[in-house]
């Protein structure tokens, strides 16, 4: 997992090292190939998901609502007590989606499709590990 330092980390270096370069921060355009990728880039991704046809995103979730070929569930970026107040609402096709029930939680990486259901973004699957269930 690649990771990044950030231009705060990098200026305190530069102060503390005496180091003579400019901290430039590097924008979060996509999450493509990150993983898991953080919760701000997740969630303007998703928000913003029609500019991101295409992408592919690694993220955990938790189905809340199964039904017929609906799969609807909250994703984030790493796994949280609160995922119906930390995530965001995403709707899951293609293929193992079949087998999810309400209240498992999971990892997955999927591909944004640019399509939408009842507002939510949707995403292809083309992987997903069941890690637990809510019996609550």
């Not at 913003?48 to 039904?67: A, L, P, R, S, W």
Request: glycine share 10%; proline share 4%.
């Amino acid at each position: 997992m690649r990771k990044y330092i950030t231009a705060a980390v990098l200026a305190v270096a530069v102060a503390g090292g005496g180091i003579a370069t400019t901290a430039v921060a590097q924008p979060v355009v996509s999450i493509q190939k990150q993983s898991p990728a953080t919760e701000a880039a997740l969630k303007e991704i998703l928000a913003d998901y029609t500019h991101h046809i295409g992408e592919t995103v690694t993220f955990y979730g938790k189905m809340y609502n199964v039904t017929g070929d609906s799969r609807a569930a909250f994703a984030t970026a790493a796994p949280t007590e609160y995922y119906a107040l930390d995530g965001t609402s995403i709707e899951l096709t293609g293929p193992g989606t079949a087998t999810l029930t309400e209240g498992d939680f999971f990892t997955a990486t999927a591909t944004i499709t640019g399509n939408e259901t009842l507002g939510d973004p949707e995403l292809r699957v083309t992987s997903i590990t069941v890690t637990g269930h809510d019996n609550s």
